[in-house]
């Protein structure tokens, strides 16, 4: 089982940054891929971004391609969301997410106009 606790949401104005941070825990050692998705009211849960734990390698929603950096800490079993020049659009909650299978808790980000 892995546990994954979410941190660094708030309250933002448009063109401003936020830094989102997700930490695992448990058997972390059978991580393939750690990502972050979004959802807003009455909508279906979103991705984000995703890296693949091994390589590095990252993708992204077209959406968020330019602003949004994924990147991760191997030592601190931390995975984070670089979010800049953020939207209104962009608020919604986030969730940290792996193997597509755990989910942590969210947290929330809202931009304001």
């Known amino acids: 089982q892995v546990q994954l606790v979410e941190s660094g949401g708030g309250l933002v104005q448009a063109g401003g940054s936020l830094r989102l941070s997700c930490a695992a825990s448990?058997?972390?050692?059978?991580?393939?891929?750690m990502g972050w998705y979004r959802q807003t009211p009455g909508k279906e849960r979103a991705f984000v971004a995703t890296?693949?734990?091994?390589?590095?390698?990252?993708y992204y929603a077209d959406s968020v391609k330019g602003r949004f950096t994924i990147s991760r800490d191997n030592a601190k079993n931390t995975v984070y969301l670089q979010m800049n020049s953020l939207r209104p659009e962009d608020t919604a909650i986030y969730y940290c997410?792996?193997?597509?299978?755990?989910w942590g808790q969210g947290t929330q980000v809202t931009v304001s106009s």
């Open positions: 997410n792996a193997d597509g299978v755990h």
């Open positions: 890296i693949i734990w091994s390589s590095g390698t990252t």
């Open positions: 448990g058997r972390t050692y059978r991580r393939n891929t």
